[in-house]
C-alpha cells in the first residue's frame, strides 16, 4: 500500500510540473509574439525610410523623373501601410489561436525561428513528444534579419605572369622569363558600402598571400654575396629549372567603383553585382615571410634537384599598388610593388604582376 502511494505522489508530482512547464512554454508564446506586434510598425517605417531615401538618390542621380520618383514613393508608402496592417493581423490571429487552445497547436509556420530537438515524456499526442521520442520545436530564441547588410565578404584568388623591371632597362630586356615566370594569389576580402544610400562606392580591404616567382634566362641562378649583394650569375651546369619564388604576407585596400541593382523585398534590402563592371584601385603593404630558389640540372649523368632556402637579401617589408577591372568576379588584375625586391641593389629591381583575379 505505501509503495502505491509513493508511486501515486510521483505521477502527481510530475504531472504537475509537466502543466507548469506547458504554462510557462505558453506563455513565453504569447509574450513573443506581441513582440513582434510591437516592431512591426517600427520595422515597417525604418524599411519605408530606407526606400524614400533611395528613390532620392535615383532622382538626384537622373535616373528617374521627379514624377516617376513622386508615384514611387507612394507605392513605397501603400505598400508599407499594407504590410503593417497584414502582419499585425496575422500576429493577432496567432495570438487568439493560442489563447483558444490554451497554447497546444500544431504549427507548420516555423519562419525565421531556430528550430531545436526536443527530448520528452510522454504520450505521442502532437503536444509532448512520446518516451525517448524527437520533435522539433520553435526555439523562442528568433533570429532577426537584417534589413540592409552594408559589409559583404569573398574568398579572392588571382593567377598570371610575373616579372621585374629593373632599373635603367625596359621589361623586353628583363633578365627573366616572360612566360615562364609567375604569380599566385590567395585571400578574403571585405567589401563595405561607403555611402548609406548609395553603391556606386565601396571600400575593399583584407589579407593575401602572394608567391611571386621569377625564372632568369640564360642559365642563370641567384647568388648571395658576402657583402650585402644579390646578383645573376651563370651556373657551372646546365640547368633544365631555375626558378626564385618571394612569399608575402600583404593587407590590400581598394576603392571599387561600378552600378549595382537595388533589390528589395518586404524583410531585406541588398545591393547586387551580379553582371555588373567594377573597377578597383588601391595598394598593399605588408611583408616578407620567406625566400627560396629550386635548380634543376644533370651533373654527371644524375639528376639533381637543390632547394636553397635563403634570405637572399630580399627586403622584409614589401608595398605597391594594384589595380583590377572586369565584370562581377572575374578581373584583369596588375600589382606593382614600389619596395626595391633587394636591398642596397647596386641596381634596383621591383616586381610587376598581370594576371586575372576571381573574387569567389
Do not use: C
Amino acid at each position: 500500500m505505501r509503495t502505491i502511494t509513493m508511486y501515486l505522489v510521483g505521477l502527481v508530482t510530475l504531472l504537475m510540473i509537466q502543466n507548469l512547464s506547458a504554462q510557462e512554454e505558453y506563455e513565453k508564446k504569447i509574450e513573443i509574439l506581441k513582440e513582434q506586434k510591437a516592431k512591426i510598425t517600427q520595422q515597417e517605417k525604418k524599411a519605408l525610410k530606407l526606400e524614400i531615401e533611395a528613390i532620392g538618390t535615383q532622382l538626384k542621380n537622373d535616373e528617374i523623373t521627379e514624377e516617376e520618383a513622386n508615384a514611387l514613393k507612394i507605392k513605397a508608402a501603400e505598400k508599407r501601410a499594407l504590410n503593417i496592417e497584414e502582419r499585425i493581423s496575422i500576429i493577432e490571429n496567432k495570438i487568439s489561436l493560442l489563447e483558444r487552445n490554451s497554447g497546444h497547436v500544431q504549427e507548420l509556420d516555423t519562419l525565421n525561428y531556430k528550430f531545436a530537438v526536443q527530448i520528452g515524456f510522454g504520450k505521442d499526442d502532437g503536444q509532448n513528444a512520446k518516451l525517448f521520442g524527437f520533435r522539433l520545436n520553435e526555439n523562442p530564441n528568433r533570429r532577426e534579419i537584417k534589413y540592409d547588410r552594408r559589409t559583404y565578404s569573398d574568398f579572392v584568388m588571382a593567377i598570371g605572369l610575373n616579372n621585374a623591371i629593373v632599373e635603367g632597362q625596359s621589361l623586353n630586356d628583363s633578365p627573366y622569363k616572360i612566360g615562364g615566370s609567375r604569380f599566385f594569389e590567395m585571400g578574403w576580402q571585405w567589401r563595405t558600402r561607403v555611402f548609406k544610400n548609395s553603391n556606386f562606392v565601396r571600400l575593399n580591404y583584407g589579407f593575401s598571400f602572394q608567391f611571386n616567382g621569377l625564372k632568369p634566362k640564360d642559365n642563370q641562378y641567384f647568388v648571395a654575396l658576402d657583402n650585402g649583394q644579390t646578383e645573376l650569375q651563370e651556373f657551372e651546369y646546365d640547368l633544365s629549372k631555375s626558378k626564385f619564388r618571394m612569399d608575402n604576407l600583404v593587407f590590400p585596400m581598394h576603392l571599387e567603383f561600378g552600378p549595382s541593382k537595388l533589390k528589395t523585398t518586404e524583410e531585406t534590402m541588398r545591393y547586387s553585382l551580379r553582371n555588373q563592371f567594377r573597377l578597383g584601385l588601391g595598394g598593399y603593404a605588408g611583408f616578407n615571410m620567406g625566400t627560396r630558389q629550386k635548380l634543376k640540372y644533370d651533373r654527371n649523368g644524375d639528376n639533381v634537384k637543390d632547394k636553397l632556402k635563403r634570405g637572399y637579401n630580399t627586403n622584409d617589408l614589401v608595398y605597391g599598388l594594384s589595380a583590377y577591372a572586369g565584370v562581377e568576379g572575374v578581373l584583369l588584375y596588375v600589382k606593382y610593388d614600389l619596395n626595391p625586391i633587394f636591398k642596397d641593389a647596386a641596381v634596383e629591381q621591383r616586381n610587376i604582376s598581370l594576371g586575372l583575379r576571381f573574387d569567389l
